[in-house]
């Protein structure tokens, strides 16, 4: 019969688990719950290929209990009815760990029928999701269980569990088999972390081996294309890089900017960069430099009218002119100490001499009358009442620390002279 090669080097205790040393090392939170013997109800949550369904099955094996495991996508209440059933029974003498896989995908009503066994302890809980839990998972179901993330897998942490399924298909063969070099490198680093991936990948390239036992790196590139990328567009990476691609930028890194675009490109996602973009330029770079906002739009328009691949040049381009602006959120911190101010109810009267007078009879309403018109006047300006009086003298605008916005003080500082203190 025949069995995965992922299932034949799958670990059968947590000395053999690699990676999660953060949880599962020798002094790791989660080893010591499990040497404990009292395991409470726990989500698993981190990407596929990591080890957590392995690591439930060496808990249910070194604690005694009956495995059940459960697929989120397939499964529905019957299926836990069906499971509660078996309790006190001679199947389950030492209790039931269900183990459910995906549990985003149990809506609230579903996830709420977990809820009365994970209290009683006849059955305790393990639940995995590649989403983030505290996104996915209703509160009452948090609430009654622990966390654990489970992080993608280090190069060095996957290389050993491919070395070892290498020597397994090996022995399998009546014949000696030669690796090109940098065939294992390959299969460790192009994974992205995901063990699975990295193993398929091996039982793959043995069931298409050469007569002559020989197993190249191009073959080796051809079964593990583009397996490095964790990307969903709704999913946790899709947020996660679009964060680490703004935050780079602001953090004036070019090169890690370019990186994060790469990985969007990559995944053929042209729209979140794009809009991305946009949004940083008057966001981050702001009045530091006003000309970037314009120029990114005229990079994001030629990207979207060349499409991929060509739309990474220009888009490439706006990333390097963003993070190697100078940076400012004046503009933000402006607008969203207004806003703070409307949404608290402090808006008060538009003053008369600014309210509309085109029309019969303002004036015997008193609109316009005293409006004084700033071009009359010298360097265009006249000093005149614009907040309505609940807002006198508030400042929402503080000058920015880039020459721009400090050139700009300057001038004004010069012209009004009115004391008004902006950093």
């Not at 001679?90 to 996830?111: A, W």
């Amino acid at each position: 019969m025949y069995r995965p090669l992922a299932d034949e080097v799958r670990p059968t205790d947590l000395s053999q688990v690699v990676g999660q040393e953060h949880i599962l090392g020798p002094d790791g939170i989660l080893r010591r719950v499990v040497e404990s013997g009292q395991i409470p109800n726990m989500i698993f949550y981190g990407p596929s290929g990591v080890g957590k369904s392995t690591v439930a099955s060496i808990i249910a094996q070194q604690t005694n209990r009956a495995l059940r495991k459960l697929n989120a996508t397939t499964a529905g209440i019957a299926d836990i009815k069906e499971i509660i059933a078996e309790l006190d029974t001679l199947m389950t003498p030492g209790g039931v760990l269900l183990y459910l896989d995906e549990i985003q995908y149990f809506n609230k009503k579903q996830q709420q029928s977990l809820l009365e066994f994970m209290e009683n302890g006849k059955i305790t809980l393990i639940a995995s999701t590649t989403e983030n839990p505290y996104f996915y998972v209703f509160g009452a179901v948090l609430s009654r269980a622990t966390v654990f993330e489970f992080k993608p897998l280090t190069p060095e942490a996957v290389r050993a569990a491919v070395e070892r399924a290498v020597g397994i298909m090996a022995g399998r063969r009546d014949a000696p088999v030669a690796l090109e070099d940098g065939v294992l490198d390959h299969l460790v680093s192009a994974c992205g972390g995901d063990v699975r991936k990295a193993l398929n990948a091996v039982e793959i390239l043995f069931a298409a081996v050469r007569a002559d036992g020989y197993i190249s790196l191009a073959d080796a590139q051809a079964v593990s294309q583009r397996s490095a990328m964790r990307y969903d567009r709704d999913g946790d990476a899709h947020y996660d890089i679009l964060s680490a691609f703004q935050k780079s930028i602001r953090g004036s890194d070019p090169d890690a900017a370019v990186h994060y675009l790469a990985r969007l490109l990559e995944a053929g996602d042209l729209i979140s960069p794009c809009r991305r973009l946009l949004v940083t330029a008057a966001e981050d770079i702001g009045l530091a430099h006003p000309q970037a906002m314009a120029i990114v739009k005229s990079c994001v328009d030629t990207a979207r009218e060349l499409g991929l691949p060509e739309a990474r040049i220009p888009l490439a381009a706006a990333v390097i002119l963003l993070a190697t602006s100078p940076k400012s959120n004046s503009a933000l911190h402006a607008i969203g100490a207004a806003m703070t101010d409307i949404q608290s109810g402090k808006h008060g009267e538009i003053p008369d001499h600014l309210k509309d007078s085109h029309y019969a009879g303002a004036s015997t309403m008193g609109r316009g009358l005293t409006y004084q018109y700033a071009h009359d006047y010298p360097n265009h300006y006249v000093d005149q009442q614009y907040l309505p009086d609940r807002l006198k003298g508030s400042v929402y605008y503080q000058y920015g620390d880039n020459k721009t916005e400090q050139a700009a003080r300057k001038y004004w500082d010069l012209v009004k002279g009115d004391g008004i203190v902006r950093k």
